[in-house]
């Protein structure tokens, strides 16, 4: 079952999202379950380990023009 979530951003992590659903043909959204799918299981992943809930997001440079 799907449903609707609402949240604010800052500006410029959209413009970054745009950019890379741009580059891989893709809606935001797409992106935005993706990155929330692969945040999930890393928390239950880490969660059955015993292991701190640390998880780290890395962004290819070649699709990242910008820096922060």
């Known amino acids: 079952m799907k ?5 604010r951003i800052y ?3 959209k ?3 745009q950019i890379l659903a741009n580059k891989r ?8 379950r993706e ?5 999930l299981c890393e928390l239950k992943k ?8 640390v998880i ?3 962004i290819d ?3 990242n023009n910008n820096s922060y």
């Open 35 to 39: 990155i929330i799918s692969d945040y």
């Open 61 to 63: 440079e070649k699709e």
């Open 25 to 32: 043909g893709e809606k935001i959204s797409v992106i935005i």
């Open 46 to 53: 880490a969660n059955s380990d015993n292991k701190p809930n």
């Open 11 to 13: 500006n410029e992590y």
């Open 56 to 58: 780290t997001i890395f």
């Open 15 to 17: 413009e970054e999202l």
């Open 3 to 7: 449903t609707t979530v609402n949240f």
